[in-house]
């Protein structure tokens, strides 16, 4: 007869559940069967993390056990990151339904279609080469963005925290540029821990001549 489980492994067990849940709850969004993203579950996931996260586990067994469920959480909560960003700018979801090819044309109509086409008489001599478009400078926000996105990977891998798309950083970058351009104000980035988690901060720059 096995051992009763302690009162961690009970924890650890009901843990293990609640992020199976909030996997299927956000595959199912991406699906298009739930109308919104499970923000309670994800809550109550994050709280439960939060608790094991900050008492003290002696043993070096069970430790491991929860590194392993806290990883395997925190690597979720990123590819729900990329998935909601690729939903925001209308690329392809994981789990989103596709609509089907187009079918191929009938072999009749095919041939018919064929059979309205006029018989070229010469072959026609091949357009000239358009010029080629003068090279675009490289705006200084993109550099800016590089710079940014080099700093938050080196601070994130030092931090032991999972690297950040640069597509998301550059859209980041432009939302807040575009904020506070409206009111007239330039902005500056930082790099900081907020929140135990390394993020990129937005600031607007105050005007020494005030």
């Given at each position: 007869?096995?051992?009763?489980k302690?009162e961690?492994d ?13 996997e ?8 298009g ?11 109550r996931?994050?709280?439960l ?10 043993n070096?067994?069970d430790?491991?056990?929860?590194d392993?469920l ?15 960003m ?7 979801v ?9 079918a ?6 095919k ?10 008489v ?33 601070a ?6 999972a690297p950040v798309?640069?597509d998301r ?11 506070f351009?409206s009111?007239g ?9 907020k ?15 005030k």
């Amino acid at each position: 007869m096995p051992p009763p489980k302690s009162e961690f492994d009970s924890q650890m067990s009901h843990l293990e559940a609640e992020i199976r849940r909030l996997e299927t709850e956000y595959n199912m969004f991406f699906a298009g069967r739930l109308k919104r993203p499970p923000f309670e579950t994800q809550n109550r996931v994050a709280a439960l993390v939060k608790k094991h996260d900050q008492s003290y586990i002696r043993n070096t067994a069970d430790r491991f056990r929860f590194d392993s469920l806290q990883n395997r959480y925190q690597k979720f909560l990123d590819l729900v990151e990329r998935q909601m960003m690729n939903r925001e700018l209308g690329r392809p979801v994981m789990g989103a339904k596709r609509s089907p090819p187009p079918a191929p044309p009938k072999e009749e109509e095919k041939t018919k279609k064929e059979e309205q086409q006029p018989t070229p008489v010469a072959a026609a001599s091949p357009p000239p080469k358009a010029a080629a478009p003068p090279a675009v400078p490289k705006s200084p926000v993109d550099d800016r963005v590089q710079q940014l996105y080099e700093q938050l990977s080196a601070a994130k891998q030092k931090a032991g925290e999972a690297p950040v798309a640069m597509d998301r950083v550059a859209a980041l970058v432009k939302a807040q540029v575009d904020k506070f351009k409206s009111s007239g104000q330039d902005v500056q980035f930082k790099v900081a821990l907020k929140d135990g988690k390394v993020q990129l901060t937005a600031t607007p720059v105050k005007d020494e001549k005030k």
